[in-house]
């Protein structure tokens, strides 16, 4: 399980509680945004010319 099972949990328990008409005061999912787009520039794999011969 990662962490998006983990906020899906979250949510759930989240509407459960409503339903059952527990108060929330406020519910806050917070992730990690990383951003691999240069990491991922550097792969292979992720330009198409680089496996073109080159004239």
């Known amino acids: 399980m990662g962490e998006s099972t983990g906020g899906l949990i979250a949510a759930?328990?989240?509407f459960r509680a409503r339903e059952a008409g527990i108060p929330l005061a406020a519910q806050v999912l917070v992730?990690?945004?990383t951003d691999l787009a240069e990491a991922m520039h550097d792969a292979d794999s992720s330009d198409?010319?680089?496996?073109?011969?080159?004239?």
């Open 12 to 14: 759930l328990v989240a």
């Open 31 to 33: 992730n990690r945004v």
């Open 48 to 55: 198409p010319a680089r496996e073109q011969p080159h004239a």
